[in-house]
């Protein structure tokens, strides 16, 4: 017995640390919804895209605008993928790029920039035979390689011994790329099977420059020559370094919440929350008494505990995500009134040892909480597979708060409880009943 008041001392102790941890140390990641910020929707183009090929190329599409945007400075910024459809279309793919604190939607796009797509194409037959100008070569008559800036492994600015732009001596700014080993096979291949030809270089769909293959060309190399200026040349490789695009996409949806009003949201959400947990806190004390007062301490604990997750997974918080948060607790209190009820009925049915009530009610009630909580962890998991980036943060938090809930209500309920419980039930310790 004195071991187990022992380790209840301890879990007090312990949740009085975890509280002092979640509510002292950094902030907590918010959610558009709460800290205000702009929410732009692209939407990918994969038709040229091979099936197997797109859950990589999105990937990789997620890596590039997530590079871009965190080199512009903005705060924590969210870039997820999402698949349209009920149960996700490969071929509907979507990107959903958040950008705290950013309200100005012209802004945000302006964040997001237009990354360059590069492509090297080849002049069909009929394009050499007219011998067409360079600048009037429509990007849908050549031929497509499968070499763009996706295989670009890095960009340099380098400059070519000529007149320039400007007069005699000048040298003229060019660019200088590396391919990855992919892009160097494949590149080889090229330059091996088309020499004589004109390999068109395409940017966002312009032709820029149509260099003629007049050797293999091996070693993963390659100049862009457009008649640059060097600001221009400069800009195009810091562009290509951020990362040009696999995929083209298209913007279909913006939505924006100024800071005033995603504040409001989080106070609003903060104060439902306290009111709706001293409620709890209030009917438990009243009703169960000694057991109820130990119960609010685990939920207290199992509170602090939860903050201290969201801060150290860290857990994105929505206002979706703060009401599973809520309905979490929601089911840590039914969890203990489950037990406290078997404990009743074990007192009930003439259990003289108190301490024989409680292990045995939390034994009869483990049965019933394990299977209530199991099919809740799982509709939190249905939830987060299928749903939106909104029913995400609800059953990310839910699901987490069910899980933590249940071994909270388990183990901390009962060791603070029988920590206290005396040997004979009373009308404090008994949950009401008379001795």
Sequence with gaps: MKQIRIAGIFIILVGISLGYLALSKASFKLGLDLSGGTELIYK?????????????????????????????GVGEPSVQVEEGGLVGDINDQRLIVG?????????????????????????????????????????????????????VK?????????????????????????????????????TEDNIGRPLAILLDGTVISAPIINT????GSAVITGNFTPEEARTLVRDLNFGALPLPIELVSTESVGPSLGRETTEAGVKAGIYGVLLVFLFMALWYRVPGLLSVISLLIYIALMLLLFKLIPVTLTAAGIAGFILSIGMAVDANVLIFERVKEELQEGTPDMREAVKNGFSRAWLSIRDSNISSIITAIILFWFGTSVVKGFALTFGLGVLVSMLSAISISRILYLAVSPEKPNKFFGLGLKN
């Design 154 to 190: 890095r960009a340099t600015l380098q400059f070519n011994s000529g007149a320039g732009h400007s007069g005699v001596g000048l040298s003229e700014p060019v660019v200088g790329l590396e391919f990855n080993d992919e892009g160097s096979l494949l590149f080889e291949r090229i």
């Design 99 to 151: 950008l705290p604190g950013i309200s100005d939607v012209g802004e945000a796009i302006k964040l997001i920039g237009q990354t360059p797509l590069l492509e090297f194409r080849l002049f069909d037959e009929q394009s050499l035979v007219e011998n067409t100008a360079t600048e009037e070569v429509s990007p849908e008559s050549l031929l497509s390689t499968g070499l763009s800036g996706r295989q």
């Design 44 to 72: 990918a183009d994969t038709a040229e895209a091979q099936r197997g090929e797109i859950k990589e190329l999105m990937a990789s599409l997620r890596e590039v605008i997530e590079k871009r945007v965190n080199l512009f």
């Design 216 to 219: 293999k060309i091996s070693g």
